[in-house]
């Protein structure tokens, strides 16, 4: 008999986020005091189930504490609202009005997270049980249907039925290349040779990005029953989790869910007394990007460096020690016990004509409600950017929206209507990648935006093939020179030709798709461009050789703000009359622009 | 023999860490994260005694610590100071950080105190984007860090300003 209280709608139950951004905020501790104020009271009358869950995703408001069966949604809670939450809330039914969720537009407070935007108008599919299930209780994930799939699929489906299954839902690979899950399976059954082998990729490196890792923590077991059946399905006999070195929480989490796996029999020899003999192992990766790579990847398991090789043969052939191998994102590995539960149809209704299904977004950057975000696919820009995330914060202006990691593209205001699914992305020059959604303001430079990229890639090529090595360098170095105002018009020709080289000649993806920050923010942002050519002038203040900041007199009210704030000491002024900014001193950090609230910090 | 903050580096201890594991070429890499996690780099003599016991050549293990971006050849400080480079910190600011530091401490990412009491790199993006910018020192991660913060984070782990 199952005790888990998750799936009982009367259960008295406290939900504190445990997710990494609410944990830098203090979410431990506030899980910890709630327990210990729960635990030690002898005189308790609740009986309340206090659980450390994973992400909620509303990362920016954390730690974040929700109250069951009532729904009451607590924001940025600290150690020293414990006391009063379990003496007014839960002995008191009594709702503290300053904890509660102030929605950012309509400024009024809310209650329950169905009423908040941001979760009302997402569908979980791949996240239902973050933020609701204690990660480290299997039995909290068995109360949630959980290997229900798994024994369906062993004892009521032939292994073939399984693969139509997943192929009939039209799931196509969460990673980036959006390749159908199904076929990937049919390739590697088809193919006569043993062992075979799985792979979940959690090597989830793109900047800005943690979809994979809120998964990965707040719901491991989702992935080993995806795992598991399409062991079932292909006939593998082992499979690997590859985690990036930098999510030291999800390889706990994961291995905690291993180890109660194997006890109950869902993962090891004979599984549930059948024929299927299957195990998991965790890889921990190394911190390089082009292990994202698949091919990259499974040389890393293999303990060689990282390097990617050209894929005449899929690694559903030649994988693993040249194995056939299935290698999927965790993402999808999440989506396949849904399907084989819930069926194919079921979850081929949501989404677009060639993307089925939901995908998770992280949207991050210059957004009011940060954090992650699961919407059917063909869902618009808009309604993610500014119906569920908030809009831009501070009263700024929307300037652009980055997809895709660091090889998508910037998509500019005049698309916000595009609906989002693999195909309307790569159309507009960017795509879907794992999922990762930057929104950028008027403070953000395109050109600079572009340069980071390229950098960034440069730095994590891996130097097998030239056109990679050598051509992102260049890159760099052009991007850099416009940067500091010493670009020429010419520049941006040998930009758009040296795309072309490098997209044509690169050995795998990260080289491939490497100039598309470079061609969408030329495409869509070429003004920005001229105007550091030409004018020597970085419109949005953050290329500090062409940066000068001042205050119009006529905006500052000389409130004193952006004097306080300044790390460099460099603005002064009497109260109440327009301050000065000393430019000797000035930093050109910026800080003065983002404090006011009066927009009077401009750009020279 | 050498120490790095109170851990000391003996051949016994080395020896520990890499018989954990069997002999294949695969297990390279979790000897080196063991390794980093106790000495916060890697030492010339544990890689020897790795290659040894895992019967791959030395290249091989010099090729794969130096590849990956988690393994140092160089001792680190007893303060780690980790700049989240993520696009999100980057956009909010990352670069004022690592400038920061540099005005406190004197050093650039990939660099050690010569007292070997901080050491400075960044990585790409810990997924806390909703706090950026981001620092972590040693395991503990820093929110929407400042200029002004930052001191305070410093002063905090026995850092003097040099101004």
Known sequence: MNKSPVNNPDARLVLVCCGTGCIANGGLDVYRA????????????????????????????????????????????????????????????????????RDPRSKKTVKSHRDIDFYKRQHKIALRNVGVIDPASIEDYMARDGYQSLRKALFTMTPSQVIDEVVKAGLRGRGGAGFPTGLKWKACAAVDRLPRFIVCNGDEGDPGAFMDESVMEGDPHSILEGMAICAYAIGASAGFIYVRDEYAQSVASLGKAIEDARRHGFLGKNILGTALSFDIEIVRGGGAFVCGEETALLASIEGNVGEPRDKYVFPTERGLWGQPTVINNVETWANIPFIIHQGAASFASIGTAGSKGTKVFSVVGKVANTGLVEVPMGTTLREIIFDIAGGIPNGRKFKAVQTGGPSGGCIPESLLDLEVDFDSLARVGSMMGSGGMIVMDDRTCMVEVARYYLNFLAGESCGKCVPCREGIRRFGEILTRICQGKGTVDDLNLLESLSETVQSASLCALGRTAPNPVLSTLKYFREEYLEHIIRHRCPAGICKELTEFYIDPEFCNGCGLCAKMCPSQGIAGAKKQAHTIDQSKCIKCGECVDVCRFMAVKVR | MATNGNQLETEEQFQEIITRYPTEQRYIMPIMHDLRNRYHYLPRKALEMAAAHLQVPLSQVYSMATFYKAFSLIPRGRVRLKTCDGTTCHIKGSQTIIEEVYKNLGIRPGETTPDREFSLETVNCIGACAIAPALIVNDKVYGKVTAASLKTIIREYGGRENE
């Open chain 1, 34 to 101: 709630l327990q210990n104020e729960l635990n030690g009271d002898e005189g308790v009358r609740v009986d309340a189930v206090t659980k450390g869950t994973g992400c909620h995703g509303m990362c920016a408001r954390g730690p974040f504490v929700r109250i069951m069966p009532d729904d009451i949604n607590y924001c940025q809670v600290k150690v020293s609202d414990v006391r009063e939450i379990v003496e007014k809330t839960l002995h008191g039914g009594e709702v503290i009005k300053r904890l509660l969720f």
